[in-house]
């Protein structure tokens, strides 16, 4: 039966990829369908209860910046919150938070329920409807057409999963739910590289049967970093603390034992995890001389006593894991309630992947989350947000947008996926962003919402909240900037209990403000240049902005001379053997991942400047050089 | 406002080009060394370097200055205003007197300015790109590219071997031990592994900060600018070595520099010849020795040859059979060191012969000539500056080593600040961004270090991971 409606985007798929999709191309106002398999489990946290942490934190408020849930979801779920690296500079710091998934969940669930332009229909599909390159529509499970313009598919590992408990195997998406076998195989008919990856959860543990006598507890920052710019820590339930304990050695020999029947060790499991984010197994045995490793103990939630043990992810046998567990301190009597397994996957190459995480072969098909290779909520969440507002984009017939590498860090994942590809599953850290300092979780909606504003993500609310903080930022800037202390003045006696010597001549607020023994709290206590903003938000953004002063503008240098050549397009059926003068290896390269642009180029590994100024005049000879996309 | 015309307008800016200088002319002794500068800082680099603001399309004969207004070189300065170049940039071309030493404080100063070396045939690249050169040429600015950039590697891998190399990587190793730590700190707070707090930071950044400065300061003797662009000579005795050395240097300007050291004097002289230094080494004198003062000479003059960029094979045509003695020495050497250099035979005194026919049958690159009658000494010179790269584009081991010194110095202010910012502000990230500044700079020499290399590094050396 064909679906009489019209859809302008079907997003396939309801985890944190497939709702961020769903919810922004609705924002966009195009009509849009939401095709879960289980309504019940929208918005599902399907590995660690947490969200957040160095480099994911970053991304949430990206996607916060551009109206998205999941900030917010998590504001009015989480029970923990934290800024990891507040002792280091702002640039590095990043917001973590323990999530009550029921919580997290409703959260998430209320917003799509809420959404105007979005439908929701539980029912798997099983076939992408395909016309001459082009996707229009899907077909589902009980043989229902839905037609589309475009669809995005955020499948996650249900494509061909297997989960593995020891020498044990089954098909499944995740624990307690079936995988998507007919789409699986329909895609492999495609002409995308597909590959396997592998992933694990730890075995859960009922916190009843735990002694948490002993163990270190580990309290959350007070007061509560709050991780949406449009919200408050009124939005915040009650917080509760995590718990830590460690593996002995007698843990580790009771692993060492199992490992004849380790589906990692005995190659019944051919699919690449995360180096990052090893099982206890993989710990052990590549650092055999380290005679404990850390857990974190992180609450399910407020009602209910399942914990998650989080640094112990196995796929060992049941029997091994339950040995292992009673070995570790506080865990003696533990009784495990779901037992840890490792799960493969399909992942599909994200080189065969626009910049708009539209897929080069089928055009209308956009592809996010952990189906690219990414692994991890954050990193599901930007891609989904990215391939649903291009989705909508495109059913709109307007031009793609996709942020550059210096503009969010949303830009440094999908350049990695699309120009370099992934081998284990990707996960983002603040290392992979050569703008690092520029890339703030503090500055994000300054990066971001202005832009989504034009886009029709933001909406109303957060615009003038947005516009409201950048107008007290300028006017805060204008002022430290207009005012001075005058040697020998109250004020600079004042100041002279923070700084070495005293002033001697006339100095701008400003330059004081970005010396290292000055702060803007500190300075705002001299009588007379204080009392100086409220909001701790536009009070952080103007020291940052301060002291960073120096390396964000060289960072903007940088960015200005790499973008000449940035957006040249190449043409997508360009020859590179036909360049003269390309080694066999770069045009290897280049052939496998078909950048898109000039810039995208030179960012894969091996292609060298010369091999750059080569395509240049290859292309400035045929006329097919701009200097804009 | 629709998602397109956001796109156009963040788009439509006009993005600079870097400012890039390079030597036009070969170098070494020549009559005439030209600087060549193209971009938008190229007008006041002409400024600051002649004290004059310089006329467009005017020669004029000035003093060139360094830093403090130090004169180095008077010469003629000209300045091109776009469009109206070679490049369809501003350039301004300084026309000096030559000089290795005094060209490369030149482009020193001009670097410091603001301004950065240029890639090989990017002056070429850039005249393409902006209109100057018509479609005809294209190929040949793409050969150019290709062979001038091939040419660099291989002048870069020249002048990298041997001690200096081994410092640069040692020093690379190094800085990368360091990035681990402190990238692992910041990226992975919660596995117990905070070494910005702990001072062990602070002590191998300390013992970089000194290593880069002993490089440096190696760099700035010139060490690696003069050593290693060496042909030498090599032959049986009266093949005519010496007589080619008197030719070819010339006799007033032959610099015939003696070696200190009474052992090496018998077994190796060296000249410049427009500017290339010459090593000359007589291979009869290569013998085994038990006398161990002689064998450290001989050791050394091995070292010579095995790393000479070019070997000049003499040999005389008036043997009895030419191809033979060739052979012989040839033979000599192959069994004294692994890979010869690439070679070339030259067969002197071909005035005394008929035909030079029979000789032509060899792999190898064969001339003929004569010094007595110096008939085929200009092939002979021009052969040597073809394979020595001292083409047109002014990339050769000369620029090369230019770069290298620069990345050296760049790397050096790096972590120099990196050190500030970890003992005064205790920034992390800061000391990362300088660090990682510094590695980008050194892997102009050593390669390309991604992020994602350094993340398996860091997956390897400490165990990550909840």
Redesign the interface.
Known sequence: MRFAEQFDVIVIGGGHAGTEAALAAARMGSSTLLLTHNIETLGQMSCNPAIGGIGKGHLVKEVDALGGIMARAIDKGGIQFRTLNASKGPAVRATRAQADRALYKAAVREALENQPNLKIFQQAADDLIIENDRVVGVKTQMGLDFSAKTVVLTTGTFLGGVIHIGMQNQSGGRAGDPPSIALADRLRELPFRVDRLKTGTPPRIDAKSINFEGLEAQPGDYPTPVFSFTGSRQDHPKQIDCWITHTNNQTHDVIRSGLDRSPMYSGNIEGIGPRYCPSIEDKIMRFADKSSHQIFIEPEGLNTHEVYPNGISTSLPFDVQLAFVRSIKGFENAFITRPGYAIEYDFFDPRDLKRSLETKFINGLFFAGQINGTTGYEEAAAQGLLAGLNASLQAQEKEAWSPRRDEAYMGVLVDDLITSGTKEPYRMFTSRAEYRLLLREDNADARLTETGRKLGLVDDHRWSVFSDKMEAIAAENTRLNKSFVQAGSSQAKALDQFIEKPLSREARLMDLLKRPELDYQKLMSVEGVGPGVKDEQVALQVEVQAKYAGYISRQQDEINRSLRYENAPLPVDLDYSDINGLSAEVMQKLQDSRPETVGQASRISGVTPAAISLMLVYLKKRNLLRKSA | ???????GSS???E????TIVALATPPGRGGVGIIRISGAKASNIGVAITGQVLKPRIATYLNFHLENDQVVDQGIALFFKNPHSFTGEDVVELQGHGGPVVLDMLIKRIIQLGVRMA????FS?RA??NDKID?AQ??A???L??AS?EQAAKSALKSLQGEFSNKVHNLVEQLIHLRLYV?AA???????IDF??DGKVEKDLRAIVSSIAQLQQEAQQGAILRDGMNVVLAGKPNAGKSSLLNVLSGKDSAIVTDIPGTTRDILKEHIHIDGMPLHIIDTAGLRESGDHVEKIGITRAWQAIEQADRLLLVVDATDKDPQASMQDVITFLSSHIQQLPPLTVVYNKCDLIGSTETLKQTQSKTLFLSTKSSQGISELKQHLKDCMGYESTGDGVFMARRRHIEAIESASDHTDKAMYQLT??N????V??EL?QAQNQLSEITG?F???D???RI??SF????
């Open positions: 406002m629709s998602a397109t015309e956001i796109i788009e439509q800016t993005f600079q080009q870097d890639h090989p045939g990017e690249e393409f790109l479609l294209a190929e600015i793409a050969d590219i290709d950039s990238e910041i990226d992975f707070p919660e596995e117990e910005l707090s005064t502000h920034a992390g990230e800061l990362a961004e990682r390309e991604s992020a994602d350094l993340l398996g997956f390897s165990c990550i991971g909840k």
